[in-house]
């Protein structure tokens, strides 16, 4: 649960991201557009805080 920082389009450094965030939900679900030939990156690593 909570936000994570795409590691592929943003890099993660001291609880911050300089890429999309992306909300994870109390079930560790989340929704995301991706476009073609494009991907997303998250893990439990890159909380926000």
């Known amino acids: ?3 994570r920082g795409d590691v ?3 890099d993660f450094s001291g609880g911050a991201c300089s890429g999309p ?3 994870v939900d109390a ?3 989340f929704a995301a ?3 073609a030939h494009d991907a997303i990156a998250i893990h ?6």
């Not at 439990?44 to 805080?49: N, R």
């Open 1 to 3: 649960m909570g936000l």
């Open 8 to 10: 592929i389009h943003g």
């Open 44 to 49: 439990v690593g890159a909380k926000l805080s």
């Open 33 to 35: 557009g991706v476009a």
């Open 27 to 29: 079930s560790g679900w």
């Open 21 to 23: 965030v992306i909300t």
